[in-house]
Structures are given as C-alpha cells and as structure tokens.
C-alpha cells in the first residue's frame, strides 16, 4: 500500500474498514528489531488506535547514549524496514541535531532519544491514556 493511500485511509483504519497494524505486524516487530540490533535502550511502544486524537496507531520511543548511536539506530530502522518489508519512511526529521530522531511509517512512528531530550519532552506521559509495553 502506498504512503498516500496510507494517509488517505487513516480515519478508514480506526473503523476497521483496512488491515490494522499491531504488535504483531512484520513492520512493527522489524522496527522492534533494528532498535535492539543497535542497543537502543529503554524501548517502549505506546498503542495509540483508542485515542481518537492520535496521529498514528503506534509510536516505538527509545534512546540511545551519543548522537552516533541515535543516528546509527535510525539509519538502521530505515536500512532493515525497506530490505525486509519494502517500506521508505513517509517522513524523517530531527538527523542534523541528532537530539530526537522522528521516522515516521504513517501507523508507526518511530521516535529516537537522547536521554535528555527524553526526559524533557516525557512523550510518555503525555500520551499517558495509550497500553505501554517495554521492549527491552
């Protein structure tokens, strides 16, 4: 399915009328993967598809110690999720400060920390009504 129709279904997929994405998915389970794969830390997927606000139906936070490892993780999840699932990323933001990373597949949107940036935006609690799950 093309990005475009990804996002001009996205209302459709919280109805059930298209396949919805979950913890299952291959996409999401290879995402999951290329964070381990580059020893990213403290990685946590929030399950969004209740929140009728929300942008997308997962977000996969993690963090990881240096800029180095934030944009190797990156480039990662990025290199593995084309190679076995086909899939570029509709958007991308945040490698020329290498603070907080945002890949975003349109139903999952991968977000990549510095500790500190981490702590400072605490995307976790504001998402706090989303079931968490710890994927370390």
Known sequence: MSTLSLLNNRGKEKKGNSVRINRNSKLFKTIIRAIQEKKGEHIVSLDLRKIPEAVSDFFVICEASSTTQVKAIADHIHHLVHEECGEAP???????????VLVDYVNIVVHVFHPE????????????DAGSADHD
Not at 90 to 100: F, N
Request: aromatic fraction near 22%.
């Open 117 to 128: 940036t981490r702590k400072f935006y605490r995307l976790e609690e504001m998402w706090s």
């Open 90 to 100: 509709y958007r991308q933001e945040g490698m020329s400060a290498l603070q907080w």
